[in-house]
């Protein structure tokens, strides 16, 4: 009738004196322990009651589950699957047994009401077949113990070790087989397509007519690369630290002319950094790029194709003539000139992007492209005079500043 706290108290101070430390009694350890188990019922309200009931009736005997639910509890899994395997057997041979009598009287329930169907047709006289036994004998299998699980297992093994195993290792064999094919298969057709790739390559260059690019000092290139500038009208400033790059004296085939023909009209005059991205898209250096393009220009290349038809020529862009340089000195009168180069000495090169907006607005009549022409216009006429001798060269520098 004692309650959690006497329990509790009554626990610590048996286990001040029954402690190993505290006993050097042989068998303190032991007592301890007890003492531990009997509290750890105790304290707990279901562990107790649980307790009191078998205080009550007395342990549980071999005719409730508690008694074997305790015994199995401390059985290893060698006799825990030997028992399983035993009870499995003899399930086995019962169900066997069930379903062996079910059929025979399903098949004698179902042969006697046949009988006496034909019985009474040859009581009336309609049955014209042979005589009737008086009783059916069934020949049913009868259940046996070889066929049970213990006598069962043994065939399998046989049958898997001896008939599936090496037909499992014939299929795996052929199977690997099989891949290591259809890799070798895919190796050679990918080798076949390269070969095609290269020689049809072999041939594209071949037919193509590729030329090799002159030579061209550092001086030249210079001067070469200033005169594009300044006819592609950028507004970027020439990069003074760093020195132009060389011309590459790479092949040019007929699909490099005919990409360079369609980049120069992608990116028109007055595009900021022209030429780089004409360069980058080619992967080649501006010197060549602007090189070919005015080779292209000038001498008119012709790209000339492969096949059977004649050769497309490349259109070189139209040079100016006298009577058009007469008709746009015509559309532009002496205030807009005027205008234009003072327009052109506010605003330097290179002070700023968007520098021929702003010439434009300083123009009257004239667009931001009609500004850009005028002043290409200007730098060809200069050039053409100072080539001829017809300005002195102080009056061509101003003119040029």
Same mark, same amino acid.
């Given at each position: 009738n004692a309650d959690a !706290?006497?329990?509790?108290?009554?626990?610590?101070?048996?286990?001040?004196?029954?402690?190993?430390?505290?006993?050097?009694?042989?068998?303190?350890?032991?007592?301890?322990?007890?003492?531990?188990?009997v509290y750890d019922v105790l304290k707990d309200a279901n562990k107790r009651s649980r307790y009191d009931e078998v205080l009550k009736n007395g342990l549980p005997d071999w005719r409730q589950a508690v008694y074997y639910y305790r015994r199995v509890r401390k059985m290893g899994l060698v006799e825990m699957s030997v028992i399983l395997f035993i009870l499995i057997t003899i399930g086995q041979y019962i169900v066997s047994w069930a379903a062996y009598l079910e059929r025979k009287y399903t098949a004698e329930q179902f042969l006697n009401m046949?009988?006496?169907?034909?019985?009474?047709?040859?009581?009336k006289g309609k049955y014209d077949g042979p005589a009737l036994p008086e009783t059916i004998i069934l020949d049913i299998p009868t259940p046996s113990i070889w066929n049970t699980l213990p006598f069962q297992l043994p065939r399998w093994v046989f049958w898997f070790f001896v008939v599936f195993c090496p037909t499992s290792v014939t299929m795996v064999?052929?199977?690997?087989?099989?891949?290591?094919?259809?890799?070798?298969?895919?190796?050679?057709?990918?080798?076949?397509?390269?070969?095609?790739?290269?020689?049809?390559? #072999?041939?594209?260059?071949?037919?193509?007519?590729?030329?090799?690019?002159?030579?061209? #000092?550092?001086?030249?290139?210079?001067?070469?690369?200033?005169?594009?500038?300044? #006819?592609?009208?950028?507004?970027?400033?020439?990069?003074? !630290?760093k020195p132009p790059p060389l011309v590459s004296g790479g092949l040019w085939t007929d699909d490099d002319l005919v990409e360079l023909v369609r980049l120069v009209k992608k990116f028109p005059p007055g595009t900021p950094s022209r030429w780089e991205k004409v360069a980058s898209a080619m992967g080649r250096s501006v010197a060549e790029v602007t090189h070919?393009?005015?080779?292209?220009?000038?001498?008119?290349?012709?790209?000339?194709?492969?096949?059977p038809a004649e050769p497309e020529p490349v259109k070189p862009s139209k040079v100016k003539t006298r009577a058009t340089d007469v008709d746009n000195n015509q559309d532009w009168s002496q205030?807009?000139?005027?205008?234009?180069?003072?327009?052109?000495?506010?605003?330097?090169?290179?002070? !700023?992007?968007?520098?021929?907006?702003?010439?434009?607005?300083?123009?009257?009549?004239?667009?931001?492209?009609?500004?850009?022409?005028?002043?290409?216009?200007?730098?060809?006429?200069?050039?053409?005079?100072?080539?001829?001798?017809?300005?002195?060269?102080?009056?061509?520098?101003?003119?040029?500043?």
């Open positions: !706290s006497e329990i509790r108290k009554a626990y610590r101070r048996l286990s001040l004196v029954l402690h190993p430390d505290k006993n050097d009694a042989p068998d303190a350890e032991i007592k301890f322990r007890q003492l531990v188990a046949k009988l006496k169907k034909l019985q009474k047709k040859q009581r064999k052929a199977y690997w087989a099989e891949q290591k094919q259809r890799k070798e298969q895919e190796l050679l057709e990918q080798s076949k397509r390269n070969a095609d790739m290269d020689s049809k390559s #072999t041939r594209s260059i071949g037919s193509c007519r590729a030329f090799t690019l002159p030579e061209v #000092t550092s001086e030249e290139s210079e001067s070469l690369e200033a005169i594009v500038d300044q #006819t592609a009208n950028t507004d970027e400033p020439p990069e003074e !630290s070919m393009a005015k080779k292209v220009k000038e001498d008119g290349y012709r790209v000339v194709s492969s096949g205030v807009q000139q005027k205008a234009l180069e003072a327009a052109l000495i506010k605003f330097p090169k290179g002070a !700023s992007t968007d520098r021929w907006d702003k010439i434009a607005k300083c123009v009257p009549g004239k667009t931001k492209e009609d500004c850009m022409q005028r002043y290409k216009q200007l730098v060809e006429m200069l050039k053409k005079k100072k080539a001829n001798g017809e300005m002195a060269p102080q009056m061509c520098d101003e003119k040029t500043t």
